[in-house]
């Protein structure tokens, strides 16, 4: 698991500190490695970004900062997890799952469902579902939505899909 706030890294430590299996990872997963600023409301927020969000309009300050670390999973993966394959992956962070994912690299070809997030953050990182549906289209996966109904396919993008109220997907390795 990877989390960049030392505060919710602290609470994952100890939530999870008799379970061996789980692995907690202080840093942020990105496309390139090095230095950035988590920026947030508050210590251990959920909306923490690596962009900072403009949520005036909510009346949500987002002067709170911390120094981080980031890493490309693609360097990870082969260090530490010896190019396993992996049959889920779950990345919810904050609008930068676009760039998460160009630093899976190979890794990716080993993915065989990926589960993300697409929202409002997406607007202040100027990602859109667009760049998700080729994305995924040229790496071999199907998309999907998912709905209080069950999963819907996305055969194509279409752009009545730009709908930035927080929604989740399966990108499913295509067959």
Not at 31 to 44: H, I, K, P, Q, R
Not at 52 to 58: Q, Y
Not at 115 to 141: M, S, V
Request: proline share 2%.
């Amino acid at each position: 698991m990877f989390e960049p706030a030392k505060s919710n890294v602290d609470i994952l430590k100890q939530k999870f500190r008799a379970n061996s299996n789980v692995v907690i990872e202080q840093t942020a997963v990105s496309n390139e490695v090095g230095d950035a600023t988590l920026f947030s409301n508050e210590d251990g927020s959920g909306l923490a970004s690596l962009t900072k969000r403009r949520l005036d309009h909510f009346g949500i300050d987002f002067n709170n900062t911390e120094s981080i670390r980031t890493v490309k999973f693609e360097d990870y993966w082969k260090e530490r997890l010896g190019s396993k394959k992996i049959d889920i992956c779950k990345i919810d962070i904050e609008g930068h799952e676009l760039d998460a994912l160009a630093g899976f690299g190979d890794a990716l070809n080993s993915i065989e469902v990926i589960q993300f997030e697409f929202g409002g953050c997406n607007i202040d990182t100027r990602t859109f579902f667009q760049d998700f549906w080729y994305f995924f289209e040229e790496n071999g996966f199907d998309l999907y939505r998912i709905t209080p109904f069950g999963v819907v396919h996305i055969p194509k993008y279409r752009e009545l899909d730009e709908f930035f109220s927080t929604t989740n997907y399966l990108a499913k390795r295509k067959a």
